[in-house]
């Protein structure tokens, strides 16, 4: 599949046509598309069956109580991808062909992101079925789950730029994979992804509250249920504003600097 580019068209169009051209490549590579679920999936079935009995009696309720989260931080271990992606067409030379065209700088980045956005969305799928599958039910009905999907994917839009600029900085695949550990893991764990805030030591506590997936946690959980999310969704929204008007402009300087260089 051959993506034409038209210089004349708007910097969405321009997004759009970017991220053809990345999903074009499933194609060729269609385990990529298995590379997205494999790791929320592994998550939510270990942390589940090994693990669910322990923490609450059984790992049906702690399925109830904390599968779509799980999946959540699943997916959230996955955007290194989108800076891994980056990083290899840098290396082969597509960015050197294209930006050699009147094409917005932006496309060529928010292309990639729009990209694993898609890909993130088919893993939101799977893994969600599966969830259901093993018996997770939603209380909140059907606008509760599109209301979810929809938050979850807004913050997966919005932290893909950080890894934006991790891709556009590192030297390599191994630093980038460093990245990820020193800074994903850390958020993930000091959460509420699988475990309530009252257990936590009271430091520990202090950094849950304010950690963003913490926000994104009790806001999914509460638009299952049926309920208001309330102060955790204004602190969500607060955190993905945040995230693109910091990694944003800082993405397309670093990519600026690397065209210099």
């Not at 004349?8 to 970017?18: E, K, L, P, T």
């Not at 209380?139 to 979810?148: D, P, S």
């Not at 630093?175 to 993930?188: C, G, K």
């Amino acid at each position: 599949m051959t993506t034409t580019w038209d210089t004349r068209r708007g910097v969405i169009a321009q997004s759009a046509s970017m991220a053809a051209r990345s999903l074009a490549s499933i194609r060729n590579n269609p385990a990529t598309l298995i590379e997205f679920f494999m790791i929320p999936l592994m998550i939510l079935l270990s942390v589940t069956f090994f693990m669910g009995g322990q923490m609450m009696g059984s790992w049906q309720d702690f399925l109830q109580y904390a599968g779509p989260t799980i999946i959540v931080m699943g997916l959230f271990f996955a955007i290194p991808a989108t800076g891994l992606a980056l990083f290899a067409d840098l290396k082969s030379g597509v960015f050197d062909r294209l930006t050699a065209m009147p094409v917005s700088r932006f496309a060529l980045l928010g292309g990639r992101v729009a990209a694993d956005m898609v890909k993130h969305t088919w893993a939101l799928l799977v893994v969600g079925g599966v969830a259901f599958a093993m018996g997770y039910r939603a209380e909140g009905g059907v606008l509760g789950v599109l209301a979810a999907v929809g938050v979850v994917l807004l913050f997966m839009f919005s932290v893909s730029w950080s890894m934006v600029l991790v891709g556009l900085t590192s030297t390599s695949e191994e630093q980038i994979q460093t990245w990820m550990i020193a800074l994903l893991m850390p958020l993930a764990y000091t959460s509420t992804a699988f475990i309530q805030v009252e257990t936590l030591p009271g430091a520990v506590q202090w950094l849950a509250e304010i950690n963003p997936l913490t926000a994104l946690s009790e806001t999914v959980r509460a638009l299952l249920a049926g309920g208001a999310p309330g102060g955790h969704f204004a602190a969500l929204l607060a955190w993905c504003a945040g995230a693109v008007a910091v990694f944003v402009p800082l993405s397309l300087r670093a990519y600026r600097r690397k065209l210099v260089n």
